[in-house]
C-alpha cells in the first residue's frame, strides 16, 4: 500500500509559565503530549514537536486571548491554522478529571470533532493597540472615581474648621481645587487638621494626574480609532469611545465571524425566542459582551434626539412593542449597521490603502437615523 503522511491535530493547555501539548492523529489516536516554556523559542520548540509525527493540519488552543496571546500570533506567522476552545464542559471534568495533559488532549479532540470553530482574534495589529490603551483609560477611570469618593469622605470626617473652608464649592471638582491648594505642616502630621490637609492634599493631586492621564490616552484613543474605522465613527450618535470598544469586541479579521446575524449575537443584540402557546414574542439577550452591548445601548440613547428615531419609535410601540422591546429592536438595527461599517473599515485597513478609483457614496439615513456608506 501507498504510504500516506500522518495528519496531525495539535491542542494546547496554555498558562502564564509553560504551555502543555498533546498530538493526536487523524483517527483520535493520541501521538504524544509534552511541557514547553512559554518563550519565544518554548513556541518554536512546541510547533517543531507537534510537526515532528506528520502533517500539522489544525491546532486548538484554550487562552488564546491571554496566556496564549503570544503562541497563537507565533503559530499564525507559520502559516499554522489555529482554532480557539473553550474550557472543557463539566460532564468531561467529572468523567476524565484534570490536568495539564487532559485539557491539552481535550482541547484537541474538540479540534478534531469540529466542536471548535471560533477563529481566535488577531492581536498584532491596531485594534490591539486600541484594546490596550482601553485597558488603561479604564484603569485610570476608575482609579479617578475612587479618589474622588475617598476624597468626598474624607471632608465629610475632617475636623470642622476645614470642613468649613471647604463647603463653598458645590461639586467635588471644585473641593478637589480647593484641596490642592492646602498647606499643610510636615512637622505637625499628629494633629487631625494638618493630617487631614496633607491626605486631601494628596488626593486631590492624584485626581489632577488621572485627569492628565486620561486626557493623553483619549488623545491617542481619538487619533486610533478615526484611522481605524472613519466609516463607523461618521454614523449618528458613534463617539470614538463607542466605535473603539464595537472594534475591540469584533477583532480586527472580523471576517472570524459568520455575518451580520453572529456580530449581532456576539454583541447581546440578537433576539431570543420567547413564545408560548398563544404568545408569540422574543426577549433581550442577556449574553455576549457586556461592554459592547452597553456600547449599542447608548449609541440607542439617540432615541431622545432623533426625528428618525423617534417616528421609528412611535411605528414599532403602534405594533404593540414595549419599551425594553423597541431598544431591543433599535440596538439590533445599530448592530446590522456598525457590522457593515466597520467591515468596509477593517478591509479598507487590510489593503493599508485605498484604491484611487474608490468613490465614497452617502446614502439618505436609515430609518433610525443611520446614515449608510458604501464604496
Known amino acids: 500500500m501507498k504510504h500516506q503522511e500522518t495528519l496531525v491535530v495539535g491542542g494546547v493547555d496554555a498558562h502564564a509559565d509553560s504551555h502543555h501539548a498533546a498530538?493526536?492523529?487523524?483517527?483520535g489516536a493520541l501521538l504524544g503530549s509534552e511541557g514547553f516554556a512559554t518563550t519565544m523559542?518554548?513556541?518554536?520548540?512546541?510547533?517543531?514537536?507537534?510537526?515532528?509525527?506528520?502533517?500539522?493540519a489544525v491546532v486548538g488552543v484554550e487562552s488564546t486571548g491571554c496566556y496564549a496571546a503570544g503562541l497563537v500570533r507565533y503559530l499564525r506567522s507559520q502559516g499554522v491554522r489555529v482554532l480557539e476552545v473553550n474550557e472543557p464542559h463539566a460532564h468531561a471534568r467529572r468523567?476524565?478529571?484534570k490536568s495539564d495533559p487532559i485539557d491539552a488532549e481535550l482541547a484537541a479532540r474538540a479540534a478534531l470533532a469540529g466542536k471548535a470553530d471560533a477563529i481566535p482574534k488577531r492581536t498584532d495589529g491596531i485594534v490591539e493597540s486600541i484594546r490596550q490603551l482601553r485597558v488603561a483609560r479604564q484603569s485610570a477611570v476608575n482609579a479617578r472615581s475612587a479618589a474622588?469618593?475617598?476624597?468626598?469622605?474624607?471632608?465629610?470626617?475632617?475636623?470642622?474648621?476645614?470642613?468649613?473652608?471647604?463647603?463653598?464649592?458645590?461639586?467635588?471638582?471644585g473641593k478637589a481645587g480647593l484641596c490642592r491648594r492646602l498647606r499643610p505642616a510636615p512637622g505637625e502630621l499628629e494633629r487631625p487638621s494638618q493630617s487631614a490637609r496633607f491626605a486631601l492634599r494628596s488626593l486631590a493631586r492624584r485626581i489632577q494626574t488621572l485627569d492628565e492621564e486620561i486626557a493623553a490616552l483619549d488623545e491617542q484613543l481619538e487619533r486610533l480609532v478615526r484611522s481605524a474605522a472613519p466609516r463607523t465613527t461618521a454614523l449618528l450618535g458613534i463617539s470614538t469611545g463607542h466605535a473603539g470598544q464595537?472594534?475591540?469586541?469584533?477583532?480586527?479579521?472580523?471576517?472570524?465571524?459568520r455575518g451580520e446575524g453572529s456580530f449581532a449575537a456576539l454583541r447581546g443584540a440578537s433576539p431570543i425566542?420567547?413564545?408560548?402557546?398563544?404568545?408569540?414574542?422574543?426577549?433581550?439577550?442577556?449574553?455576549?459582551?457586556?461592554d459592547a452591548n452597553r456600547a449599542l445601548h447608548l449609541i440607542a440613547v439617540r432615541l431622545r434626539y432623533c426625528p428618525r428615531t423617534r417616528a421609528?419609535?412611535?411605528?414599532?410601540?403602534?405594533?404593540?412593542?414595549?419599551?425594553?422591546?423597541?431598544?431591543?429592536?433599535?440596538?439590533?438595527?445599530?448592530?446590522?449597521?456598525?457590522?457593515?461599517?466597520?467591515?468596509?473599515d477593517l478591509t479598507s485597513l487590510h489593503r493599508q490603502q485605498r484604491p484611487s478609483h474608490?468613490?465614497?457614496i452617502i446614502c439618505g439615513a436609515g430609518p433610525i437615523g443611520i446614515t449608510r456608506h458604501r464604496t
Request: aromatic fraction near 6%; proline fraction near 3%.
Open 246 to 257: 464595537l472594534l475591540v469586541s469584533a477583532g480586527q479579521n472580523i471576517e472570524r465571524l
Open 23 to 27: 498530538a493526536l492523529d487523524e483517527r
Open 312 to 344: 421609528y419609535a412611535e411605528r414599532r410601540t403602534a405594533e404593540g412593542k414595549t419599551k425594553p422591546e423597541l431598544i431591543r429592536c433599535l440596538k439590533r438595527y445599530i448592530a446590522r449597521e456598525t457590522y457593515n461599517t466597520l467591515t468596509a
Open 148 to 173: 474622588m469618593v475617598q476624597l468626598r469622605d474624607l471632608i465629610v470626617t475632617a475636623p470642622e474648621a476645614l470642613r468649613e473652608q471647604l463647603s463653598e464649592p458645590q461639586t467635588i471638582r
Open 273 to 290: 425566542p420567547a413564545s408560548s402557546g398563544k404568545t408569540t414574542r422574543h426577549r433581550l439577550n442577556y449574553g455576549g459582551d457586556r
Open 95 to 97: 468523567r476524565v478529571g
Open 358 to 360: 474608490a468613490t465614497t
Open 41 to 56: 523559542d518554548g513556541c518554536a520548540e512546541l510547533l517543531r514537536w507537534l510537526s515532528s509525527f506528520g502533517r500539522l
